[in-house]
Structure formats: structure tokens, C-alpha cells
């Protein structure tokens, strides 16, 4: 017998065959990085002229160079802040919308949702930055890149969302019109916080999605990390060391972002598991038992 519904459990002839496979795995990408490392060393990439402005203090380009590279930074970090918020609002309300909206006029909202999913983000970013001032809403490359991105990611949180309240049993919305809650209260007291446990890990991947997505910022001459690291390239010559930098900055941040979810869905999932444990006493207490 198995513990899983979804596949047998491997036997010994399987784990001895995965076992190769991952030494075989490692063997590869431990050569591929071995000669990675040696071509960059045969090149002169890991010189001190290549990498003294970014880890050198006493280096004269030094601080110029993380002023600009921290300037950028925090540009892409507003950029991508306000695109997650909005995002996560709208979207919110756009599922909302298009699981309460009448039917007459639900083909409406589905048309929204899927007019902005189909089309590129850098379209719409182009679309904000461009067309937006010369419909007359003069507004800055940022709120450009925020417009654009919001537009693109707030319907695909909104279909997650969907999803979310979807898959949720039936029996959870019938229980609270027993009890008297009206149906307002069963979508946010019931099925919302539901829904957003449940999908935390793919909304999680959405908002990593949106940070990343700020680099696109460039294509509209918004001052964002990557941006200022082209700049940096342009006066210092060392692509590879920049770049470098700014993908390990990235992956960071994507995983502190990572992390937090990670401890928020623990919390909630002890949160509801301690109102359960409390509910079962007064519900024996009710019932006589």
C-alpha cells in the first residue's frame, strides 16, 4: 500500500536508478561550471580591474558605482511595489466581479480579462508610456511602468483568485448561508481567505513575476536596476561582473519574497488549525457529548 493517490511509491531497482541519474546530473553541471570557470579565468573575467568596483571600498569608481546601481535599485523596488499592490487590488476585485457579476454583462469583464492577458507586457508598458500623455494623462515613466504592469499581472491574480474560490468545496459557502451569513459576508469572512491560503504558492510566483518584470522598464528609458546597470557597462566594461551583480541582487530579493510567503502560509495554516481545535469543545459542549 501507498501513502499517495497519485503514484506508486519507487522500489528499490527505481531509487537505485534515480540515484544514478542524480549523481550523473551533478557530475555535468559540476564539469559545465568547471569550464565555465576556466574559460572566464583564461579571459582575464576574473581580474581586478574587472571586479574592483564593486567589491573594492578603496577603489575610486567604488561608490559612484553603487550610488547609481542603489539608485536603480530603488526605482525597481517602488516600481514593483506599486505594481504588486495594485495588482493584488484590482485583480481581487476583477475576480470578485466576474464570479458575482450578472450574466448579462459578465461577458464584459471575461472580455477585459482576457483582452489584457493576451496581449505582451512590453506592449502595454509602451502602450502606457506613449499613448496615456497623448490622450492627455501626462504621468511619469514610473506610474507608466506601473500602469502597464498592473494592467497586465491584476488579470492574471484575478484568474488565480477565481481558481482559488472555484476549487473550493461547495459545502463551505452552503454552511454559511445556514448560519445566516448574507453573501457578502460568506465571500470575504469565508471564501476569500480560503481561496488566498489556498493559492498562495501561485500568487507568490505572480509577484515574483511583477518584480522581474520591472527590468522592462528600459524599453521606456525608466531608470530601474538593470537600466543602471547598462550604464554602469557602458563607462566600466565589465558585463559579466555587473550583470553577475545584479541577477544575485534579483535572486535575493525573489527569495526573501519567497521566504515570507513561505512563513505567512505557515501561520495561517496554524491560525486555522488552532480556531478548529477551539471550535470542537463548544461544538461537543452544544451537541452533549
Given at each position: 500500500?501507498?501513502?499517495?493517490?497519485?503514484?506508486?511509491?519507487?522500489?528499490?531497482?527505481a531509487?537505485?536508478?534515480?540515484?544514478?541519474?542524480?549523481?550523473?546530473?551533478a557530475?555535468?553541471?559540476?564539469a559545465?561550471?568547471?569550464?565555465?570557470?576556466?574559460r572566464?579565468?583564461t579571459?582575464?573575467?576574473?581580474?581586478?580591474?574587472?571586479?574592483?568596483?564593486?567589491?573594492?571600498?578603496?577603489?575610486?569608481?567604488f561608490?559612484?558605482?553603487?550610488?547609481l546601481?542603489?539608485?536603480?535599485?530603488?526605482?525597481?523596488l517602488?516600481?514593483?511595489?506599486?505594481?504588486?499592490?495594485?495588482?493584488?487590488v484590482?485583480?481581487?476585485?476583477?475576480?470578485?466581479?466576474?464570479?458575482?457579476?450578472?450574466?448579462?454583462?459578465?461577458?464584459?469583464?471575461?472580455?477585459?480579462?482576457?483582452?489584457?492577458?493576451?496581449?505582451?507586457?512590453?506592449?502595454?508598458?509602451?502602450?502606457?508610456?506613449?499613448?496615456?500623455?497623448?490622450?492627455?494623462?501626462?504621468?511619469?515613466?514610473?506610474?507608466?511602468?506601473?500602469?502597464?504592469?498592473?494592467?497586465?499581472?491584476?488579470?492574471?491574480i484575478?484568474?488565480?483568485?477565481?481558481?482559488?474560490?472555484a476549487?473550493?468545496?461547495?459545502?463551505?459557502?452552503e454552511?454559511?448561508?445556514?448560519?445566516?451569513?448574507?453573501r457578502?459576508?460568506?465571500?470575504?469572512?469565508v471564501?476569500?481567505?480560503q481561496?488566498?491560503?489556498?493559492?498562495?504558492?501561485?500568487?507568490?510566483?505572480?509577484?515574483?513575476?511583477?518584480l522581474?518584470?520591472?527590468?522592462?522598464g528600459?524599453?521606456?528609458?525608466?531608470?530601474?536596476?538593470?537600466?543602471?546597470?547598462?550604464?554602469?557597462?557602458e563607462?566600466?566594461?565589465?558585463?559579466?561582473?555587473v550583470?553577475?551583480?545584479?541577477?544575485?541582487?534579483?535572486i535575493?530579493?525573489?527569495?526573501?519574497?519567497?521566504?515570507?510567503?513561505?512563513?505567512?502560509?505557515?501561520a495561517?495554516?496554524r491560525?486555522?488549525?488552532?480556531?478548529?481545535?477551539?471550535?470542537?469543545?463548544?461544538s461537543?459542549?452544544a451537541?452533549?457529548?
Amino acid at each position: 500500500m501507498t501513502d499517495s493517490v497519485l503514484y506508486e511509491a519507487p522500489g528499490p531497482r527505481a531509487r537505485r536508478r534515480a540515484r544514478y541519474a542524480s549523481v550523473v546530473t551533478a557530475l555535468v553541471l559540476l564539469a559545465g561550471l568547471t569550464w565555465a570557470l576556466y574559460r572566464f579565468a583564461t579571459k582575464g573575467e576574473f581580474a581586478y580591474d574587472k571586479w574592483g568596483a564593486l567589491v573594492d571600498p578603496t577603489n575610486e569608481n567604488f561608490t559612484a558605482l553603487w550610488t547609481l546601481l542603489g539608485g536603480g535599485l530603488v526605482n525597481t523596488l517602488m516600481a514593483a511595489g506599486w505594481s504588486i499592490l495594485f495588482s493584488l487590488v484590482i485583480g481581487t476585485l476583477l475576480a470578485l466581479t466576474r464570479i458575482t457579476a450578472a450574466a448579462w454583462y459578465r461577458w464584459a469583464v471575461v472580455g477585459v480579462i482576457e483582452l489584457l492577458r493576451g496581449t505582451p507586457v512590453v506592449v502595454l508598458i509602451f502602450f502606457s508610456a506613449q499613448a496615456l500623455p497623448a490622450l492627455g494623462l501626462d504621468i511619469s515613466l514610473m506610474w507608466a511602468l506601473v500602469v502597464g504592469l498592473t494592467a497586465y499581472n491584476c488579470v492574471i491574480i484575478a484568474e488565480i483568485v477565481r481558481a482559488g474560490i472555484a476549487a473550493l468545496p461547495s459545502g463551505q459557502s452552503e454552511a454559511a448561508y445556514a448560519v445566516g451569513m448574507r453573501r457578502h459576508q460568506v465571500m470575504f469572512s469565508v471564501l476569500l481567505p480560503q481561496a488566498f491560503r489556498a493559492m498562495l504558492p501561485a500568487l507568490i510566483s505572480q509577484l515574483v513575476v511583477v518584480l522581474k518584470d520591472t527590468s522592462l522598464g528600459f524599453t521606456i528609458s525608466y531608470p530601474e536596476f538593470v537600466q543602471r546597470g547598462e550604464i554602469a557597462i557602458e563607462n566600466l566594461g565589465n558585463q559579466i561582473q555587473v550583470y553577475l551583480v545584479v541577477a544575485v541582487v534579483f535572486i535575493l530579493i525573489n527569495y526573501t519574497l519567497s521566504r515570507v510567503a513561505v512563513h505567512t502560509e505557515r501561520a495561517l495554516s496554524r491560525g486555522s488549525k488552532s480556531s478548529a481545535a477551539a471550535r470542537e469543545p463548544e461544538s461537543a459542549a452544544a451537541t452533549g457529548d
